[in-house]
């Protein structure tokens, strides 16, 4: 296992690392808490990494720590997260259970007040995409904000709006989930549950609706990303998780379950063909 991180500390504290207590010393003396943890999980996928963190260095808003958890990548994201130094970064290398093991690994080290999971591979929308989500945070005070994001499937663009959660949890999460921002506090302390392979990020959307989460929206996208990752490739077993989701943590009714993974069904066919017609430039 590989652990680092680096941080910038002012010399009036550099004394505070000197004494026999320098871990207890660290916690009180470092740099303030960020506002905003950015989580990224990676495995042998350096190009993707490099595009994400590049998008970091874009962002016109600096109050953020970016936090990296590599599955033990044999591609040269450890060499590429050690020579990291134009950010405030903390990163673990080590095998994991998976995606969500991985973001549960990503989510205790976060310090922020707010997380967000931006794997390698997804960026921010534009320059200003922390800076308008923050604004919002700040704001409303929210435990949730769902935002809108960009999608590509072949050489189109797509625009996915945030619906609203009262509605859309019923069936499916109101946001893509690189483009929902929570509050840290507000998750459980084990945010994902490992057992769904291709639908905890549903699990715990599901369960801020169930506690109760004042949730906030932002139209703008404020993210990027390619189909074919992780859910896409899982998506039918995503499918299945989800009739479980609503069984078990939204208490719907069969009726209203199989309603919903018919919907869905018939979703991911759409998607499926879209994506389909765009790689054979028919879209």
């Given amino acids: 296992m590989i652990i680092s991180s680096n941080s910038l500390i002012s010399p009036s504290h550099l004394n505070c690392f000197m004494s026999s207590h ?3 010393q660290e916690s009180r003396c470092a740099v303030k808490i960020p506002f905003i943890s950015v989580v990224t999980v990676v495995r042998n996928d350096l190009s993707g990494l490099r595009a994400t963190y590049a998008s970091l260095l874009r962002q016109d808003f600096g109050d953020f720590e970016w936090i990296v958890v590599d599955g033990g990548s044999t591609d040269g994201c450890v060499a590429f997260l050690r020579s990291v130094d134009a950010l405030s970064i903390t990163w673990r290398s080590e095998r994991d259970k998976g995606i969500y093991d991985a973001m549960n690994k990503g989510t205790t080290l976060a310090s922020g007040d707010y997380v967000i999971y931006l794997n390698a591979s997804d960026c921010f929308h534009g320059t200003e995409s922390l800076r308008g989500i923050a604004k919002v945070l700040k704001s409303d005070r ?8 960009c999608y590509t499937a072949g050489k189109q663009r797509y625009k996915r709006p945030p619906r609203r959660i009262e509605k859309s949890i019923w069936h499916s999460v109101p946001s893509v989930h690189q483009a929902m921002i929570f509050r840290r506090k507000f998750l459980d ?5 490992i057992a769904f392979h291709g ?6 959307t599901a369960r801020c609706f169930i506690k109760g989460a004042r949730v906030g929206y932002l139209q703008s996208s404020v993210v990027d990303y390619v189909l074919g990752g992780y859910s896409s490739r899982h998506k039918w077993e995503a499918v299945k998780e989800a009739f479980v989701i609503q069984r ?3 208490r719907q009714n ?3 379950c199989l309603a919903s993974l018919a919907r869905r069904v018939v979703s991911q066919i759409l998607i499926d063909l879209s994506v389909l017609l765009a790689k054979r430039g028919l879209r």
């Fill in 254 to 256: 069969h009726f209203l």
């Fill in 189 to 193: 302390e084990v945010p994902y549950d």
């Fill in 142 to 149: 929210v435990d949730l904000l769902c935002c809108g994001a």
């Fill in 199 to 204: 639908s905890a990020d549903y699990y715990t």
């Fill in 22 to 24: 320098a871990i207890l």
């Fill in 248 to 250: 078990q943590i939204l």
